[in-house]
């Protein structure tokens, strides 16, 4: 009888608030735009504005190329209240692929512009080929419940995004130019969503972090952003930055039946095709399984007269100290790619060529030089020292060594590196995520979560449905949740993520990095601080840096 009543007047109370809500609209100087109400994780309500566009349709002659601003709208209004598409990436029966897709989203609980909030720009993972700054791929939920104005970002993905030729119809670097355009896009309209232009966070994730690592030595980002944050991501490698990639290009001009001898004739028939026509080829663009990771690489511009993302080798910027100076948050999980380390050794065709070609396939897997005779002393001293076993590797073998090497080849030492070069020049906040909780990337053994791999926590920052529910205050989750959306808003505000007047942080006390204690932050249980991260693993990197400079 009670639920009766109370479910009579609930139908009542949720129509009588949500029938007569007024328009949300923001005027901006390329006209206005519409947004709608969402609520956070913990209730409160805030405005969305989807799928704004912040640069033209990169469409016929605008493919490869530099990115051209958004022409204004005004008087039209501009509809931002469902989600824009996605780039053009695999699945190809997505209805959500589409060319036009250099989109943002505003997520903000003011739009009072005298309020000023800091703002974070989300730069979303995905290797360079893969996910969105869509509401489905980047939640807003678990920021929403602090004081920040979030943008999240789509970039061109792929060889369309990522085609370099190394001639000025197509020089390279369109995917992170498109970031570019979004952060310019920030800082001359975020006032109008009540976010301070002068206070905004890089927060980059994977290969988002590696292009938060890039802005930071790119003169095309100079003033763009005030902090930065990188999780599992860094720009420097032990392979050198070219200025082509022209291997890569021949390979999907022929998987087109394009010509692939002349570099305009390639250029010609790739704009012309359509879209679809990339993605579907997607899978046949790798050399192995989904390897190399990092396939579609940012390269040095030789100078053509266009705006050049970057102009020298970001180890070089870094080592020079040729680069934008803000504090920066950077780290890792502790064990990254135990998803990807295990799916390969289920596979026999790429456990088959490991064991055959071991010296040919780990350069491929492991992003360092090929085919040279430090090469393959490089792949021996690895699987060493690493103790990936050196007779057989089948789907028997324990995948955690294998893990290992993935992981420090492609983020653990790219990012220690990063770490070392910065310390003198900037604060640096060091950590390492260890925190178990019951949902997780990847799920082993059975249904359980296996932890701490890589995106395991962005879960406490971004909801990602695909991988976790919105946790509640009851959760386990909660306190989790609760402590980094604080100390990376913290950051975001102050440049330091410590505040001991938070009830959530009042123990934390996470000292700048500092090369000879490498301090870092053990992101777990709770937030304690410890020494030298897995550095008797880095130190068989070190000792081939050594080798191969
Ligand atoms: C925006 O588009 C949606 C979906 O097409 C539509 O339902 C809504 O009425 C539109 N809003 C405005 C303000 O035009
Ligand atoms: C914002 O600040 C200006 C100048 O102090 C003031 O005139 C205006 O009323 C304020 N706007 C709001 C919405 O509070
Ligand atoms: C291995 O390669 C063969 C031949 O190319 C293919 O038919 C098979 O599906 C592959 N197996 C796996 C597990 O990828
Ligand atoms: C590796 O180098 C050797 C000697 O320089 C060369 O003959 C061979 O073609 C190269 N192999 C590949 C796969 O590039
Ligand atoms: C290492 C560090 O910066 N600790 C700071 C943590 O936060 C409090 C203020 O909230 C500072 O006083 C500490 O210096």
Same mark, same amino acid.
């Given at each position: 009888m009670l639920s009766i009543i109370c479910f009579a007047l609930c139908i009542t109370f949720a129509l009588t608030t949500s029938s007569p809500s007024p328009p949300i609209i923001v005027s901006t100087s390329l006209g206005d735009i519409s947004g709608v109400e969402l609520t956070s994780r913990l209730g409160e309500s805030f405005k969305a504005f989807l799928g704004i566009r912040y640069a033209q349709n990169p469409v016929g002659e605008l493919r490869f190329t530099n990115p051209k601003p958004v022409e204004p709208w005004k008087p039209e209004l501009f509809n931002a209240t469902i989600d824009g598409p996605r780039c053009?990436?695999?699945? !190809?029966?997505?209805?959500?692929?589409?060319?036009?897709?250099l989109r943002l989203n505003v997520y903000s609980k003011d739009l009072n512009q005298n309020k000023s909030s800091p703002v974070i720009v989300f730069i979303h993972p995905g290797g360079f080929y893969g996910s969105s700054g869509r509401i489905v791929s980047a939640g807003p939920q678990l920021l929403m419940d602090r004081n920040v104005v979030l943008v999240t970002i789509n970039y061109r993905l792929g060889t369309l995004g990522f085609l370099a030729t190394g001639t000025a119809d197509a020089p390279g670097n369109a995917g992170l130019k498109d970031q570019v355009f979004a952060l310019r896009w920030v800082r001359d309209h975020i006032h109008n969503f009540g976010?301070?232009?002068n206070s905004v966070t890089l927060l980059g994730y994977s290969a988002g972090s590696r292009s938060t690592g890039l802005h930071m030595v790119s003169p095309m980002s100079?003033? !763009?952003?005030?902090r930065a944050i990188a999780m599992s991501g860094s720009p420097i490698q032990l392979v050198k930055y070219t200025d082509d990639q022209l291997n890569l290009v021949r390979k999907q001009a022929k998987l087109l039946k394009c010509?692939?001898?002349s570099t305009k004739d390639i250029i010609k028939c790739l704009k012309e095709a359509p879209f679809e026509d990339f993605v579907k080829t997607f899978d046949n663009m790798f050399e192995i399984g989904y390897h190399p990771m990092l396939n579609w690489s940012p390269v040095i511009e030789k100078d053509f007269g266009q705006e050049r993302f970057l102009t020298e080798d970001p180890l070089t910027s870094f080592e020079k100290g040729n680069f934008q100076k803000t504090p920066m948050i950077i780290g890792r999980t502790k064990d990254e790619f135990a998803r990807i380390a295990y799916y390969n050794l289920q596979n026999e065709n790429i456990t088959e060529q490991m064991n055959k070609h071991w010296n040919e396939i780990a350069p491929i897997m492991l992003n360092y030089d090929r085919n040279s005779s430090a090469s393959k002393e490089i792949s021996t001293l690895l699987r060493v020292a690493y103790q990936v076993d050196n007779k057989v590797i089948a789907n028997s073998t324990p995948f955690e060594p294998f893990e290992k090497l993935l992981s420090d080849a492609i983020i653990g030492f790219p990012v220690y590196r990063l770490v070392n070069l910065l310390e003198k020049h900037i604060p640096v906040y060091y950590y390492c995520f260890t925190y178990k909780g019951r949902y997780s990337d990847f799920k082993y053994p059975g249904d359980s979560a296996y932890g701490a791999v890589h995106h395991d926590d962005l879960l406490y920052l971004l909801h990602i449905p695909r991988i976790a529910?919105?946790?509640?205050?009851?959760?386990?989750e909660n306190k989790i949740v609760e402590r980094i959306t604080r100390m990376w808003t913290q950051f975001a505000e102050t440049g330091n993520p410590n505040n001991s007047k938070d009830e959530y942080l009042k123990n934390l006390n996470w000292k700048p990095y500092n090369i000879e204690s490498e301090n870092y932050l053990d992101i777990g249980d709770e937030l304690l601080m410890d020494e030298q991260l897995f550095v008797r693993r880095l130190a068989t990197w070190e000792i081939i840096l050594g080798e191969i400079s």
């Amino acid at each position: 009888m009670l639920s009766i009543i109370c479910f009579a007047l609930c139908i009542t109370f949720a129509l009588t608030t949500s029938s007569p809500s007024p328009p949300i609209i923001v005027s901006t100087s390329l006209g206005d735009i519409s947004g709608v109400e969402l609520t956070s994780r913990l209730g409160e309500s805030f405005k969305a504005f989807l799928g704004i566009r912040y640069a033209q349709n990169p469409v016929g002659e605008l493919r490869f190329t530099n990115p051209k601003p958004v022409e204004p709208w005004k008087p039209e209004l501009f509809n931002a209240t469902i989600d824009g598409p996605r780039c053009p990436q695999s699945p !190809l029966n997505s209805p959500d692929n589409s060319e036009d897709c250099l989109r943002l989203n505003v997520y903000s609980k003011d739009l009072n512009q005298n309020k000023s909030s800091p703002v974070i720009v989300f730069i979303h993972p995905g290797g360079f080929y893969g996910s969105s700054g869509r509401i489905v791929s980047a939640g807003p939920q678990l920021l929403m419940d602090r004081n920040v104005v979030l943008v999240t970002i789509n970039y061109r993905l792929g060889t369309l995004g990522f085609l370099a030729t190394g001639t000025a119809d197509a020089p390279g670097n369109a995917g992170l130019k498109d970031q570019v355009f979004a952060l310019r896009w920030v800082r001359d309209h975020i006032h109008n969503f009540g976010g301070n232009p002068n206070s905004v966070t890089l927060l980059g994730y994977s290969a988002g972090s590696r292009s938060t690592g890039l802005h930071m030595v790119s003169p095309m980002s100079r003033g !763009l952003f005030h902090r930065a944050i990188a999780m599992s991501g860094s720009p420097i490698q032990l392979v050198k930055y070219t200025d082509d990639q022209l291997n890569l290009v021949r390979k999907q001009a022929k998987l087109l039946k394009c010509p692939s001898d002349s570099t305009k004739d390639i250029i010609k028939c790739l704009k012309e095709a359509p879209f679809e026509d990339f993605v579907k080829t997607f899978d046949n663009m790798f050399e192995i399984g989904y390897h190399p990771m990092l396939n579609w690489s940012p390269v040095i511009e030789k100078d053509f007269g266009q705006e050049r993302f970057l102009t020298e080798d970001p180890l070089t910027s870094f080592e020079k100290g040729n680069f934008q100076k803000t504090p920066m948050i950077i780290g890792r999980t502790k064990d990254e790619f135990a998803r990807i380390a295990y799916y390969n050794l289920q596979n026999e065709n790429i456990t088959e060529q490991m064991n055959k070609h071991w010296n040919e396939i780990a350069p491929i897997m492991l992003n360092y030089d090929r085919n040279s005779s430090a090469s393959k002393e490089i792949s021996t001293l690895l699987r060493v020292a690493y103790q990936v076993d050196n007779k057989v590797i089948a789907n028997s073998t324990p995948f955690e060594p294998f893990e290992k090497l993935l992981s420090d080849a492609i983020i653990g030492f790219p990012v220690y590196r990063l770490v070392n070069l910065l310390e003198k020049h900037i604060p640096v906040y060091y950590y390492c995520f260890t925190y178990k909780g019951r949902y997780s990337d990847f799920k082993y053994p059975g249904d359980s979560a296996y932890g701490a791999v890589h995106h395991d926590d962005l879960l406490y920052l971004l909801h990602i449905p695909r991988i976790a529910p919105l946790f509640s205050k009851t959760d386990p989750e909660n306190k989790i949740v609760e402590r980094i959306t604080r100390m990376w808003t913290q950051f975001a505000e102050t440049g330091n993520p410590n505040n001991s007047k938070d009830e959530y942080l009042k123990n934390l006390n996470w000292k700048p990095y500092n090369i000879e204690s490498e301090n870092y932050l053990d992101i777990g249980d709770e937030l304690l601080m410890d020494e030298q991260l897995f550095v008797r693993r880095l130190a068989t990197w070190e000792i081939i840096l050594g080798e191969i400079s």
